[in-house]
């Protein structure tokens, strides 16, 4: 089950992995949920035949009552594992105790520096001559979970021209693969938890 706000290539990569690698990918994607109806990862999943649903918070009378239906709403899927890929919103109480220790991120900077939802613009603006992707585990905190996999991609002198944009693009392409890499691995080989250490594998 994917989790989106936004244009969606995250999901779509994660989307060719199932339809190019068939079986042996190990994962399929159940359902995309979204936090906003304009989010061009629901075009994408209804692309693919694959169910989607909206939840958004100002349809509800506060932040609990909308972490309530988005929990009641994913788990009519039954995932065996949430990715959020682009979903701009931090989820509550309830989702995590439902679906802790299976929630995976990403997000584009190199945790744990540059956690939130600017972590692109961030890292510019440190001076960051080094910044990357992170896929993680989701806990309780923003963009703290467990790490399972970080790639590094160079800042160059041209990406402050226009504020990230580029940088941006150039994350997100070897974010894609990282992420396709991480799910499949996690859905092929399962994985525990100990502390801040992920490891793949059954024991
Ligand atoms: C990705 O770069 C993801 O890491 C980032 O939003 C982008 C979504 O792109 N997420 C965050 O910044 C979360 N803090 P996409 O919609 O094309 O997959």
Not at 76 to 81: E, G, H, S, T
Not at 94 to 102: H, I
Request: glycine share 12%.
């Amino acid at each position: 089950m994917v989790l989106v706000s936004g244009s969606g290539s995250n999901l779509q990569a994660l989307l060719d992995a199932v339809a190019e690698q068939g079986e042996s990918y190990g994962a399929r994607v159940v359902a995309v949920g979204a936090d906003r109806t304009s989010a061009g990862g629901l075009e994408r999943a209804e692309r693919a035949g694959v169910p989607t649903f909206v939840c958004r918070v100002r349809d509800h009378a506060h932040r609990a009552a909308w972490d309530r239906a988005l929990t009641e709403a994913t788990a009519a899927y039954a995932p065996d594992l949430v990715i959020s890929a682009g979903f701009m919103k931090i989820v509550g109480e309830e989702f995590l105790a439902r679906f802790g220790g299976r929630i995976v991120n990403t997000h584009p900077a190199l945790l744990p520096s540059f956690p939130g939802a600017h972590g692109v613009r961030d890292a510019l603006a440190y001076g960051a001559k080094v910044t990357g992707c992170t896929v993680h585990f989701v806990d309780d905190g923003v963009d703290t979970g467990p790490v399972i996999a970080q790639r590094a991609v160079e800042v160059l002198e041209e990406d402050y021209a226009d504020e990230g944009a580029a940088l941006h693009e150039r994350i997100k392409e070897v974010e894609r693969g990282l992420l396709v890499d991480v799910v499949g691995l996690l859905a092929r080989y399962g994985y525990s938890i100990e502390g801040r250490k992920v490891r793949l594998g059954h024991e």
